[in-house]
C-alpha cells in the first residue's frame, strides 16, 4: 500500500467537511505526519510507523500521571517495537515532557512506565502486563486481536487499510486516567 501525501491531503479535506471545528483539528494534529510515514514505504512499515504515531498522539491527548521526572516512560514489553517505529518517538515532547522510549522491559518494572506498549506479536504478554498494572496509573496500548477484552485501555486496529483505535473507558477509570473527549469522538469504539 502507498499513499502519496497529495491523496493523504485530499482524504483529509474530504473528511474535514463533514466534521466538527474542534473535531477537525484533533483528526489534523493525530493525522500529522502520517501522510510523510506512508509515502514511499512498504505496506508493513507504513502501518507500523503510523501505530506510532498513534501511540505518540495518545501521549498528547490522554492526561498521563505526572511523575517525579519531566519524562513520559513509553515502555516496549516483549520483542517488537513495531520494527524501530516506537524508537522514533524518544526524545519528542508531549504536553510538555520529553518521550523516553525503552525497549523489552522487564515485568517487574512495568509499573515505573507512564504508557506500556504490547505488540501483536508479543500478544501472550498482554494477560500478564494487565494483571500486573491491575489498576496503576499506567496506559497500555496495545495492537494485539483481543487487546480490549484482555485489559488494554486503547486497541489499535488494522482494517480495511487503514488504523482505527478503540478506548475500553471502565478499564482507563479503573487506572484513573482520562482521555480526551475529542480523541474520544474519533475512535472507532469506546466501551463504557
Same mark, same amino acid.
Given at each position: 500500500?502507498?499513499? =502519496?501525501?497529495?491523496?493523504? =491531503? ?72 513495531? *520494527? ?74 488494522? *482494517? ?33
Amino acid at each position: 500500500m502507498y499513499l =502519496s501525501t497529495r491523496s493523504f =491531503s485530499v482524504i483529509l479535506q474530504v473528511a474535514g467537511r463533514w466534521l466538527m471545528p474542534g473535531v477537525r483539528t484533533v483528526l489534523l494534529v493525530l493525522t500529522s505526519g502520517m501522510a510523510l510515514a506512508a509515502v514511499a514505504q512498504p505496506a508493513g512499515q507504513a502501518v507500523d510507523r503510523i501505530k506510532a504515531a498513534y501511540v505518540y498522539n495518545f501521549a498528547k491527548f490522554v492526561e498521563l500521571p505526572a511523575a517525579d521526572d519531566k519524562s513520559i516512560r513509553v515502555c516496549v514489553l516483549g520483542r517488537d517495537d513495531l *520494527n524501530g517505529a516506537m524508537q522514533g518517538l524518544n526524545h519528542r515532547m508531549a504536553q510538555g515532557r520529553e518521550i523516553q522510549v525503552r525497549k523489552d522491559v522487564p515485568l517487574d518494572q512495568v509499573k515505573d512506565c507512564t504508557m506500556a506498549f504490547v505488540s501483536e506479536s508479543d500478544a501472550r504478554l498482554l494477560p500478564v502486563v494487565a494483571r500486573q498494572l491491575a489498576n496503576s496509573p499506567v496506559l497500555l496500548v496495545s495492537d494485539a486481536r483481543q487487546a480490549m477484552d484482555q485489559g488494554a485501555h486503547l486497541s489499535l486496529n488494522y *482494517n480495511d487499510d487503514r488504523v482505527e483505535f478503540d478506548v475500553n473507558m471502565l478499564n482507563l477509570q479503573k487506572s484513573n486516567i482520562k482521555a480526551s473527549s475529542q480523541m474520544l469522538k474519533l475512535a472507532r469504539m469506546v466501551i463504557r
